[in-house]
């Protein structure tokens, strides 16, 4: 009994988007994309009071203390940052590692990264499939390059042959100084930045440099220390995850992220409220005629 045209699928291009977030009968325009999608559709948006609802870049991290149990912490991010070849906007994409820690943890992680089957998703056995394109090949080629020239160490990250096409790339272990210009951009694609700290403030502090607010997670068993992570003065993003990686379990929360991650949130208890209009009824059913703030208004 549901009207005709309650949902539709348009596929296109820009042209088909323009339509859409110009189009006055649309009071809310939810859309899922990158930062700079979003900002082009908030101006256009803006220009006719129309409602917006984001979900845009993610530059997710993880901090991986002194006391969190590696072996958790080694499954966390392994998938994190490789599953779906790292082109979920949750996926892990910088990782902080306490520097008592970093030379247990990292040596397993080279293992695994190491022997990852990559190959046709549709085969059993393969963990990592295919790049969407070859500028999305090309693009994380660009991001080793450039993280190479800014210190970073790279492990992995080569090209791989398979069948007769598609763009397929082991995942790369980037090991890097500090957290450099290339750690601030989000590239989507299987690359995982590695950056030691010494306190937590200051891994707080660089899971939060970045413009980008959707998903984090720290890896502890102090409870000091997830409390402290997950109040206001720990992660600035909208997921904010312990003892389980930034891209999981959040089906059924308030999916969505701060700063340029749009702010928007999907999902949870009361995502449905931006869909919704508000309206206060005021209702009189009496014979006399109640003014605000004690008024007389005699005639």
Not at 1 to 7: E, F, H, I, K
Not at 56 to 82: C, Y
């Amino acid at each position: 009994d549901a009207p005709a045209g309650l949902s539709q699928l348009v596929i296109g291009g820009q042209d088909c988007g323009a339509a859409l977030v110009d189009d006055p009968r649309v009071p809310l325009v939810s859309a899922t994309g990158s930062t700079r999608m979003g900002k082009a559709v908030a101006e256009r948006c803006a220009r006719r009071l129309a409602r917006t609802l984001f979900e845009l870049g993610g530059n997710n991290a993880m901090i991986v203390a002194p006391s969190a149990d590696l072996e958790l912490s080694t499954r966390a991010i392994v998938f994190s940052a490789v599953g779906t070849a790292g082109q979920r906007c949750t996926s892990l994409r910088r990782l902080f590692v306490h520097e008592d820690v970093a030379d247990r943890l990292l040596p397993r992680l080279k293992a695994v990264y190491a022997s990852l089957p990559v190959g046709n998703p549709l085969e059993d056995g393969t963990l990592v499939g295919p790049l969407i394109d070859d500028a999305a090949l090309q693009g994380m080629r660009a991001a080793l390059e450039q993280a190479r020239a800014e210190g970073g160490r790279v492990h992995g990250g080569e090209p791989v042959l398979v069948g007769k096409g598609g763009c397929y790339a082991r995942p790369a272990l980037v090991e890097m100084p500090s957290q450099t210009a290339i750690m601030h951009h989000e590239t989507f694609a299987p690359i995982l930045y590695v950056v030691r700290y010494r306190t937590l403030d200051e891994a707080i502090a660089m899971n939060n440099a970045v413009s980008q607010g959707l998903s984090s997670s720290i890896f502890t068993t102090d409870v000091r220390e997830a409390e402290r992570f997950m109040s206001a003065s720990g992660s600035d993003c909208g997921i904010a995850n312990v003892n389980i990686g930034p891209s999981g379990a959040e089906i059924g929360g308030a999916f969505g992220g701060e700063k340029d991650s749009g702010g928007g949130r999907e999902s949870g208890s009361d995502a449905w409220k931006s869909y919704m209009r508000r309206a206060t009824n005021t209702v009189n059913y009496s014979d006399a005629l109640p003014l605000a703030q004690g008024i007389r208004f005699d005639i």
